[in-house]
């Protein structure tokens, strides 16, 4: 993907996309899209699923100041995931499973 300039997520944003994990899920955090190095502080935006050393199929969404996470079994591996986190701010609103984040 290359670098991406900075973008201000402080307003209105939106990620759309769909996902198919492999079915041989590995454990611990697998990530959509980033624009930053991991770390709850840093600058930039990170999409992920699965927490920490886990394989919860968590969806996360960090935004250098700010995080918002599913329930586990958001995601699920071996079939396609459609994706769709429109936000102004907060909350966020996962449509993968029509659920306040």
């Known amino acids: 993907m290359g670098r991406c300039p900075r973008y201000d997520f ?25 624009n930053s190095n991991s770390g709850y502080s840093t600058d930039g935006i990170r999409l992920y ?3 920490w050393n886990t394989t919860d199929h968590a969806l996360n969404l960090e935004t250098g100041d700010s995080d918002i996470h599913t329930d586990s079994g958001a995601i699920t591996v071996g079939a396609w ?15 993968s499973t029509s659920t306040a984040v």
């Open 49 to 51: 699923y699965n927490s």
């Open 10 to 34: 402080t307003n209105q944003f939106s990620i759309a996309l769909w996902l198919k994990p492999s079915a041989s899920d590995p454990s611990s955090i697998q990530t959509i899209l980033a």
């Open 81 to 95: 995931n459609q994706l769709s986190l429109p936000s102004i701010r907060r909350p966020a609103r996962d449509y």
